[in-house]
Nanobody, 124 residues
Framework: QVLLVESGGGLVQAGGSLRLSCAAS????????MGWFRQAPGKEREFVAA????????FYADSVKGRFTISRDNASRTLYLQMNSLKPEDTAVYYC?????????????????WGQGTQVTVSS
């Protein structure tokens, strides 16, 4: 089992930066592909970024490519999302998720484990 807890959200001005963290408990974290998703009011949950078990491959939604960076530290069992050049359109609740498969997924239904979410609000 994997328990995920996000942190690092908050209020930031457009153009600013935030780093989200996802602390994982469970001995199998290092074998999970991980992802970040977000959900804005009135919208469906959407894919943001994903990373493989060892962090050697990453994939990003076009909307965040070049601005966000996903990374992981398996020793500390922590997933990160570095968000730079934030835009008001990035405002959403951000969730980390894990899946016990060797490839990354981009659909929420492909992930087995979810955190509780952390709010990110970008003001203009």
């Amino acid at each position: 089992q994997v328990l995920l807890v996000e942190s690092g959200g908050g209020l930031v001005q457009a153009g600013g930066s935030l780093r989200l963290s996802c602390a994982a408990s469970g001995r199998t974290f290092s074998t999970y592909s991980m992802g970040w998703f977000r959900q804005a009011p009135g919208k469906e949950r959407e894919f943001v970024a994903a990373i493989t078990w060892r962090g050697t491959s990453t994939f990003y939604a076009d909307s965040v490519k070049g601005r966000f960076t996903i990374s992981r530290d398996n020793a500390s069992r922590t997933l990160y999302l570095q968000m730079n050049s934030l835009k008001p359109e990035d405002t959403a609740v951000y969730y980390c998720a894990g899946r016990r498969v060797p490839v990354m997924g981009v659909a929420p239904t492909e992930y087995e484990h979810w955190g509780q979410g952390t709010q990110v609000t970008v003001s203009s």
